[in-house]
Nanobody, 124 residues
């Protein structure tokens, strides 16, 4: 079992920036591919970004390409999501997720471990 805790959510302005962080509570962090998903009211859970175990490969959802950046620090057992050029449609609960599978999958069903989520609200 891998336990994940998100932080950094809150209120942002359109055009501004926020940075989310996810801390893993197990020392085997480098064994996991990490990802971020989000879910807005009235919408299905949406893939945001994923990063490989070594950090050498990334994958982004079309709606955030060029605006968001995922990164990881295996020594600190953390994964971050830097969100720039925020839009009101970025408003959602953001979830950190982990899987032992290789690659940078954007499929929700491939992820086994999930954080509790953190709310991001972007005002216009």
């Amino acid at each position: 079992q891998q336990q994940l805790v998100e932080s950094g959510g809150g209120l942002g302005q359109a055009g501004g920036s926020l940075r989310l962080s996810c801390a893993a509570l197990r020392r085997t962090f480098s064994y996991y591919t990490m990802a971020w998903f989000r879910q807005a009211p009235g919408k299905e859970r949406q893939f945001v970004a994923a990063i490989s175990k070594s950090g050498s490969s990334t994958n982004y959802g079309d709606s955030v390409k060029g605006r968001f950046t995922i990164s990881r620090d295996n020594a600190k057992a953390t994964v971050a999501l830097q969100m720039n050029s925020l839009k009101p449609e970025d408003t959602a609960v953001y979830y950190c997720a982990a899987t032992q599978l290789l690659g940078v999958s954007g499929l929700e069903r491939n992820y086994d471990f999930w954080g509790q989520g953190t709310q991001v609200t972007v005002s216009s």
